[in-house]
């Protein structure tokens, strides 16, 4: 039995005129593509988003690096994109999209019960990170991507995406609420 092709493998075979190459990279990839854009912008505009996606990594599979043979990061890397295209496009009196939304599933009804709301705590915290470190944070711990492939994803060598990473880390660390939050943790662990 041969193994299935690689991403790269299928790419290339859409470039010589295979239709159902490309489709297939599109259903190894969707789901996990689909939630980066959901966690980024809700789930009802990712969808329509993820078409967008979809039709330029298309228009672009002529310049996919062939020596990758996962093309999740480059994936991510087109989805990165058309979210800066999409928020480029707003209109200047629309307000952006308040980052301390990023997490879904918040519950604010936890906050009743004196407890520390953790959610709430790490939504600050990740808006006072820069954009690009962010970005680099939330692709390896929501993503589950390498550093290097998160680094990849938006376009930046490893060693810049790693110290993203370190500072991302670093400011979460000593950011408002983080130490509380990493306290209660330990505690909620003991018991």
Known sequence: MTPDPDDAELIARS?????????????????????????????????????EVWLAALKSR????????????WLFGVAHNTL???????????PLADMTGMVS?????????DRVDGESALRRALALLRPQQREILTLVAWEDLTVADAGRAIGIPPGTARRHLH????????APGMAALAGHNTLKEAN
């Open 84 to 94: 800066r295209r999409h928020w480029r496009s707003r209109p200047a009196e629309e």
């Open 105 to 113: 599933g918040w519950d604010p009804w936890a906050a009743v019960d």
């Open 62 to 73: 002529a310049t996919y690096d062939r020596a990758f043979p996962d093309a999740g990061p």
């Open 15 to 51: 470039l010589d005129g295979d239709e159902n190459a490309f489709v297939e990279v599109v259903r190894r990839h969707e789901a996990a593509v689909g939630a980066y854009l959901a966690r980024r912008v809700g789930r009802d505009l990712a969808e329509d988003l993820l078409g």
């Open 167 to 174: 500072e991302a880390r670093m400011a979460l660390r000593n």
